[in-house]
Nanobody, 117 residues
């Protein structure tokens, strides 16, 4: 059974940076598509960034140039480096893995990110 554990959230001022981490247990990250989503209060859960097994990444327009997703297949870790944070980035951030061969979806429990103005 897979388990994803996020960490690194917190409270920072606008313009600051945070690095989120997602530790993947029970499945091989090398065979999965990894994504970060976020959900603000009262809003839908939105896709923030995705990185495929070869390391290619895509981003939501709202975070392009500020956020960087990366993966460490050896240590089964996914990261989201967030720079120049804005109050509108405030949300619970979730890590998600989709296995390439079986199409199974696995989610973490989320980590709160709060940006003060």
């Amino acid at each position: 059974q897979a388990e994803l554990v996020e960490s690194g959230g917190g409270l920072v001022q606008a313009g600051g940076s945070l690095r989120l981490s997602c530790k993947v247990h029970g499945i091989l990250l090398s065979s999965g598509v990894a994504s970060w989503y976020r959900q603000a209060p009262g809003k839908m859960r939105d896709l923030v960034a995705t990185v495929v097994p070869d390391g290619s990444a895509t981003y939501a327009d709202s975070v392009k140039g500020r956020f960087t997703i990366s993966r460490d297949n050896v240590n089964n870790m996914v990261y989201l480096q967030m720079n120049n944070l804005k109050p509108e980035d405030t949300a619970v951030y979730y890590c998600k893995i989709v296995t390439v061969f079986t199409g199974q979806n696995f989610w973490g429990q989320g980590t709160q990110v709060t940006i003060s103005s």
